[in-house]
């Protein structure tokens, strides 16, 4: 069969795969976005969004397209995303429309409306759609829900491999093995960093540190969830060693209190090691320590009454957005900014276009990228590991001659690669030997079973095959179809072959030369009749004969088998 590969960006797929119409992940493009004044959303005028039967998320950052979708471009489908994107997510979408950066695309009440209609999946959760393919979200490692997909039906298997990490950190980690020998992998958005997570973290803990200790408040622009989490994680143990436990730490950003509770009972989707916490009497994430010895405050805004209380200086403020273009961090860079001993700590890659118009002021200016994705290299040990025999991907990230290898990725031997570009299609070949059918009531109950050898019985079946609802049927043949059928009707033999009466056949027709071998090394019960006078053999099987001959010869044999064959009674 063929599966065709529609783009829609660099972190956003279409794909027509057995007659579904499958969205892979609904962003918006919110660095191009903030940076030009115009909302880029998603190219659905491109598509008839009406045939799309299903959308697959894979986390929290790629969904912010999903209310314009849901709610005014026509789409009639269902939605499917782990427990975590769908209530992260809503955060997220909920920021964007108070930010009034998205106005006239959608509103608080699509937002909610989108949410209510999203579906809830839990990891290798088998979604049967239709009867015809079942889809699966596989831990992606990447944050807290992540999901990798796979689509598969009975003989053909396709995979989504979106922003991936394969950093032990907080999320389960990345699930390889399922994927593994897939027939289509479709490559998502990868990171062109290859600095290594751990040693960002731990600059970014010690630039904290200094900027305490000489008196300035620390200001790190972030999302409500993800990259928080791990620097967090890393400060609590640096802050203890320098005894900075009494420096309060501000999270400002909606829905704050939220994740921060949130992410604390959510088992099922930590890595092993949070998980084990769960159910103890600490907490998974140290940032509930903070909070228990008055360290840490979360805010929803610099509004909130406990602002006034709970803020003093020096001190470490998280805050969003981290396009530092809206959210409560606009008002920290004007409070921090004529002091040179305040320090801006900048960790979002994506979006370094937005800060060209921002006014830093005196405060020093520290880029520390934490992109947790995988990387080039990354990438290229993970597709060695899944093996894919089709490998679809962004143009760009395959190797051409007089491009850099350093930002390509290796293709496995065995793997063809199709590189795509925006608003570009690819047909992808799927070689199944097999496909699934069902028989029409009418058919059935007209189908008469015969019992042949060991009690088994065989249908004969002569039907027309049909496509109804994107099933495969096999339907009763019209007359005139049944007289064309007659013709193209294969004979099947069945029974036990009598070695025996078999070689007296042999003899009365004159052949001679006639030796008979006990396959010792071959198949069970197997037997080899070599003839030599007609330089041909016969090998006998309980499962199958074979004839080694040519012509004439060839023809006498498969006579004298035929004659021979007894019928089961």
């Known amino acids: ?56 998320l894979s986390n929290h950052l790629n969904l912010l397209g999903l209310p314009y979708l849901t709610e005014y471009a026509g789409f009639e489908g269902v939605i499917y995303a782990t427990e975590p994107i769908i209530h992260i997510g809503g955060v997220f979408m909920r920021e964007w429309v108070e930010s009034g950066k998205f106005e006239g695309l959608y509103n608080k009440i699509d937002v909610e409306r989108c949410i209510a209609k999203i579906e809830s999946v839990s990891f290798l959760q088998k979604i049967d759609f239709q009867k015809l393919l079942t889809m699966e979200a596989v831990s992606s490692g990447y944050c807290l829900g992540g999901a990798n997909w796979l689509i598969q039906t009975l003989h053909e298997k396709v995979v989504f491999l979106s922003d991936s990490s394969q950093h032990i950190r907080h999320p389960e980690p990345i699930s390889i093995s399922p ?10 958005h990868i990171s062109d960093t290859v600095i290594n997570h751990s040693t960002i973290l731990t600059e970014i803990t010690s ?46 950003s909606p829905g704050s209190d939220f994740i921060l509770a949130y992410s604390n009972i959510l088992g099922e989707w930590l890595s092993k090691s949070k998980q084990d916490r769960v159910f103890l009497p600490d907490e998974p994430f140290m940032h509930s320590e903070y909070v228990r010895n008055g360290q840490l405050f979360n805010l929803n805004s610099v509004n909130d009454p406990k602002f006034a209380t709970q803020f003093r200086e020096p001190c470490i403020v998280f805050a969003s957005h981290p396009s530092l273009q809206f959210g409560p961090v606009v008002h920290f860079l004007k409070k921090f900014g004529p002091d040179p001993k305040n320090a801006l700590i900048l960790t979002e890659p994506s979006l370094r276009d937005t800060f060209t118009n921002i006014n830093f002021d005196r405060m020093s200016v520290h880029h520390c990228p934490i992109d947790l994705r995988m990387n080039v290299n990354e990438a290229s040990n993970v597709i060695k590991e899944i093996s894919p025999k089709n490998l679809i991907l962004q143009k760009n990230l395959i190797f051409t001659y007089g491009s850099n290898q350093k930002n390509c990725v290796s293709i496995p031997t065995n793997t063809t690669a199709l590189g795509i570009t925006y608003l570009d299609i690819v047909k992808v070949a799927i070689q199944s030997k097999f ?135």
Request: aromatic share 4%.
């Open 1 to 56: 069969g063929r599966m065709k590969v529609y783009s829609l960006g660099s972190e956003s797929y279409l794909i027509v795969f057995r007659g579904i119409h499958i969205l892979l992940d609904c962003p918006i493009d919110v660095a191009a976005s903030l940076a030009s004044g115009t909302i880029h959303k998603p190219p659905f005028n491109f598509i008839d969004v009406s045939s799309i039967d299903v959308v697959l």
């Open 179 to 188: 994927l593994k020998n897939c027939d289509a992998l479709i490559l998502s």
């Open 207 to 252: 630039l904290i540190v200094s900027t305490i200790t000489k008196g300035g408040s620390a200001l790190l622009p972030c999302y409500t969830s993800g990259p928080i989490l791990d620097i967090l994680e890393t400060l609590h143990t640096s802050l203890a060693f320098h005894s900075m436990s009494s420096v309060p730490i501000l999270f400002v």
């Open 435 to 569: 496909d699934r059918a069902e028989l029409t009531q009418e058919l059935a109950e007209n189908l008469k079973s015969t019992r042949v050898v060991g009690g088994t019985s065989v249908i004969d079946v002569m039907g027309t095959i049909d496509m109804k609802d994107r099933v495969m049927l096999i339907d009763v043949p019209t007359s005139r179809q049944s007289r064309t059928l007659q013709f193209k009707k294969r004979k099947y033999l069945w029974g036990k072959i009598s070695i025996d009466r078999l070689l007296q056949e042999l003899e009365e027709r004159g052949v001679t030369g006639v030796e008979v071998h006990q396959e010792e090394n071959g198949p069970k019960g197997s037997v080899t009749i070599n003839v030599g006078s007609l330089k041909s053999r016969i090998v006998l099987s309980q499962t199958e004969t074979h004839i080694h001959g040519s012509g004439s010869d060839f023809e006498l044999l498969k006579q004298v088998l035929v004659k021979n064959l007894e019928e089961a009674e």
